[in-house]
């Protein structure tokens, strides 16, 4: 059964360029062999991230990053099972927030700035679809 579960959470420390790029890294060499597919957008310390796999794979994961010490104010934003993926050809894609129109971002938040804590599940996964419509995200 293939369930997406979204969540967001602030980071704990810091986090330059590099060490977004080694989590990338690090998730693009694991995810085939879990059959994990997602998104993973950070800004201002915030991350979002939506994860697509079989239930068990899935669930494990959102363990190991709820209890991950880098992440604090972990939130579950929405959890469904579906028939299919949204993002089956990224092993984890990561949004560019500098390519987003920032009516876009009006358009789902308060005040046009991404804010995870202050938007529903239905409305961060509508800006994650336009996201990938606007080619706001990077694959490699």
């Not at 059964?1 to 967001?8: D, E, I, Q, S």
């Not at 693009?28 to 939506?50: K, M, S, W, Y």
């Amino acid at each position: 059964m293939l369930v997406r579960l979204m969540y967001a959470s602030r980071a704990t420390a810091a986090l330059a360029d590099a060490d977004l790029a080694a989590i990338l890294r690090t998730s693009r060499a694991h995810n085939p062999a879990e059959g994990i597919t997602g998104l993973l957008c950070f800004a201002d310390g915030v991350f979002v991230q939506v994860l697509e796999g079989g239930r068990d794979a899935v669930n494990a994961r959102y363990k190991s990053i709820v209890q991950d010490v880098r992440h604090s104010d972990v939130i579950l934003l929405s959890y469904d099972e579906i028939t299919e993926r949204a993002f089956p050809g990224w092993t984890m894609g990561q949004v560019n927030l500098h390519r987003l129109n920032a009516a876009l971002l009006l358009k789902y938040t308060e005040t046009g700035r991404l804010d995870p804590y202050r938007m529903s599940g239905a409305a961060m996964a509508s800006l994650f679809q336009e996201m990938c419509a606007s080619g706001a995200i990077a694959v490699s």
